[in-house]
């Protein structure tokens, strides 16, 4: 299964676009956006078009520590990603707002760097790629569901965390690739 990472460090909305659509176009099955920003036409026009052909976006919540909408992940065609830490409760700084679909580690996390090495970040960008990779597992797994299918499964899938069912702090629950992988 097709999965492509999109994260820029200076980037335009058009930048952003124009990956979406380049990645669509080349069969990406589950698009991953460790990225986030203000709403946009342009941006929401490039969402429409990934999802009008079945590709599974998921993107970072953002990390301003409130109830901020981060787009691309606030558009309904998007799988917003929350972070949680080491003790599975949301992260401080994680956004919690009525746009968060789904949770997964996102503090002290072993990541590649632009440098060519490795260093340990913490954000919403970090938990995004949890959440995708287990995506990625689901449409492997399942290669005929559609993206909406995968996405039902991902949701489905999780630890029940805060309030029970769905909430601003960790949307359905988090991620868990045991639980989506069957």
Known sequence: IPIIPLEIDSWTTADVASCITWETDRGAKVISMSLGGGASTTLQNAVRYAAAHDVLIVAAAGNDGNATLNYPAAYAEVVSVAATDARDVRASFSNANSDVEIAAPGVNILST???????????????????????????????????????????????????AGRDTQYGFGRVNLAKAAT
């Open 113 to 163: 760097y632009n440098d060519g090495g490795y260093r340990v970040l913490s954000g919403t960008s970090m938990a995004t790629p949890h959440v995708s990779g287990v995506g990625a597992v689901i449409r492997t797994r399942h290669p005929t569901f559609t993206a909406a299918q995968a996405r039902a499964k991902l949701d489905a899938s999780v630890e029940d965390k805060g309030p």
